[in-house]
């Protein structure tokens, strides 16, 4: 049981670069890559958690309570962030790279050209 | 290659990758048995040091403040670049965007989509404004309240039209908000220079723990990142519509 969240995160992150090896459309393609950043939130979280921990804010609750890291939330805060920035202007290279081949299958487009 | 033999290094390279994986958890502490120090440094000199109650948003604002300045900037930097690759390109036309079913003249929102949109467009506006402004008390900050912010104007398309959510951005309010709430979080981290402080140095008072005005400039940053992420999420969602709305192939004459 003890390192089941992280036997997870090996889940979460191999399936996703399969998803990555194997897509057929770009649009799959940002999903799984999505799929494969998800594991390190998981990662990142089961490592600063702490057996009966409560969320690190410190309103309110027993001063002996033990709190898990906020160091690594806040990590994981900013992984989420870049993570729906990176998705979006990737998206906005498969909807362009549509327009000028007319396909979204990333094996089908022609070799790119500097 | 064939599909299948194609997927055959991937999945020698993804064998070795996993069990390499596995080796390593070995060196990991077991789940719950959390060993680092950095954490509980920040636990215990949050509190009398910055008078802040909400420890991640002491590490995202103050501790690693100025790693949440590049954080900042790493999505300033997708959303230009996504405006700049969702222009109007020159082989393409804009239209005023048109229904596509031609038996009914103009769109009428079912009532009950009209009415939810009208109900849920101010609860989230302030549940949004809310999130942000106590992001150094309870959970949230600029961040988490910014996307929120964003969904509510989202209900004014969903409910509405189109034209409802793109009256907002034509005169270009939206792009100065978003340059606006990024140059805001540099502007108050220089504000300490002068007065021969660091980066980013807490300067305002940092108040009673818990009061909506404490924790000096960590409220300020918080209104700065959630305009920021408001605006761009605003940008976004008006950039990849206008795509499929408004512009168009140009028809050879």
Known sequence: MSVFPYLIVIELLLVGLYGIATSRNTIHLVSCLFVAQSSTYLLLLSIGYLQGGTAPITDEIPGHARMVDPVVQALTLTDIVVGAAVSALLLAFALQRHKLTGTLDPRKEPPQRG | ?253
């Open chain 2, 1 to 253: 290659m064939s599909g299948k033999r194609r997927h055959l290094p991937f999945f020698l390279g993804a064998l070795l990758f996993g069990a390499s994986l596995l080796r390593a958890l070995d060196a990991l502490p077991p789940f719950g048995d959390y060993r680092g120090t950095y954490g509980p440094a920040i636990l215990v000199t949050m509190e009398p040091l910055r008078h802040v109650q909400q420890a991640v948003a002491s590490v995202t604002f103050d501790y690693r403040g100025f790693d949440t300045l590049g954080e900042e900037f790493i999505l300033f930097a997708a959303v230009a670049g996504c405006l700049l690759l969702l222009r109007r390109q020159e082989s393409e036309v804009a239209q005023e965007p048109v229904d596509q079913t031609s038996d009914r003249q103009w769109i009428q929102p079912a009532p009950a989509v009209l009415g939810l949109g009208v109900l849920m467009f101010p609860f989230t506006l302030l549940l949004g404004i809310y999130i942000v402004l106590h992001g150094h008390l309870t959970p949230g900050g600029g961040f988490q309240g910014g996307v929120l912010l964003a969904t509510a104007f989202y209900y004014v398309y969903l409910s509405g039209e189109y034209d409802d959510l793109l009256g907002m951005s034509r005169d270009h309010t939206v792009s100065h908000l978003e340059a606006g709430g990024a140059a805001g979080y540099v502007i108050i981290g220089l504000l300490a220079l002068p007065a021969g402080y660091r980066y980013l140095h807490n300067l305002l008072p940092l108040g009673d723990k818990g009061e909506l005005l404490s924790a000096g400039t960590l409220p300020l940053l918080n209104i700065t990142v959630g305009t920021e992420v408001t605006s761009a999420f605003l940008l976004l969602i008006v950039a990849f519509l206008r795509q499929v709305l408004v512009i168009r192939k140009e028809k050879k004459p």
